[in-house]
């Protein structure tokens, strides 16, 4: 069943906003992944996070690894229009081999 | 150069057909993946295989069967294609299995008639 729950699910947003959006769960994850992806495209990774309380950024995106490790955010600034598209959480439950993801949320932005 | 590259793009197909995808990484990566994405976009792994042996199952219909005749490469073979299996299904590839950030091909697009 579903492990992870990610919200929103969806933005509509002005360009220059900031957006925010997050994980959670009942589990403890080792890795949390943040990806996107554009309509008719694979999701391409952002930003990796591997170590509880971790902080990282790309660009004018930021992500965090919770320190509870059952939780993660990511912030985007300064919101732009190539930022449209699904942003999907996943992580690595620890135990597990293998790779769970969020039901994504979905930005709109308005010009 | 392309580092996970999936064929075809889209597949249009009857029922009960057969149909195969493709994949391929020449990212040099141990562990690849199939994943199918349903229409509200949730994304669920299928089968993974480290170094052309099978790692995870995910409770998948016998009637997909993947195959790794290497490790750059894992096909998707689909028998008796039913209406459910239309989807999009991406292939992905990481360093080695588990806990290993993942890389996705673009995905194909398939739609059961």
């Known amino acids: 069943g579903q492990q992870l729950n990610q919200s929103p699910q969806s933005m509509f947003i002005q360009e220059g906003e900031d957006v925010s959006m997050n994980c959670t769960s009942s589990s403890i994850f080792n890795t949390w992944l943040w990806y996107k992806q554009d309509p008719g495209e694979g999701p391409v990774l952002l930003i990796a996070?591997?170590?509880?309380?971790e902080l990282t950024s790309n660009g004018r995106l930021t992500a965090q690894f919770g320190i509870t490790r059952k939780d993660s955010f990511l912030n985007i600034s300064a919101s732009i229009p190539s930022d449209v598209g699904i942003y999907f959480c996943?992580?690595?439950?620890?135990?597990?081999?293998?790779?769970?993801f969020g039901q994504g949320t979905r930005l709109t932005i308005n010009p | 150069d392309t580092a996970v590259s999936q064929t075809p793009k889209y597949l249009v197909t009857q029922m009960g057909n057969d149909k195969s995808i493709k994949c391929e990484q020449n990212?040099?990566?141990?562990?690849m993946y199939w994943y199918k994405q349903d229409s509200k976009k949730f994304l669920k792994i299928m089968f993974s295989?480290?170094?052309?042996?099978?790692?995870i199952n995910e409770t998948v219909p016998n009637r997909f069967s993947p195959k790794s005749p290497d490790k750059a490469h894992l096909n998707l073979h689909i028998n008796s294609l039913e209406l459910g299996d239309s989807a999009v299904y991406f292939c992905?590839?990481?360093?080695?299995?588990?806990?290993?950030?993942?890389?996705f091909g673009p995905g194909t697009r398939l739609l059961v008639l």
């Open positions: 996070l591997y170590k509880a309380g």
């Open positions: 990212l040099g990566h141990d562990t």
């Open positions: 996943a992580g690595i439950i620890q135990g597990a081999q293998k790779l769970v």
């Open positions: 992905a590839s990481s360093q080695a299995g588990g806990g290993e950030t993942q890389y």
């Open positions: 295989y480290n170094n052309k042996e099978l790692i």
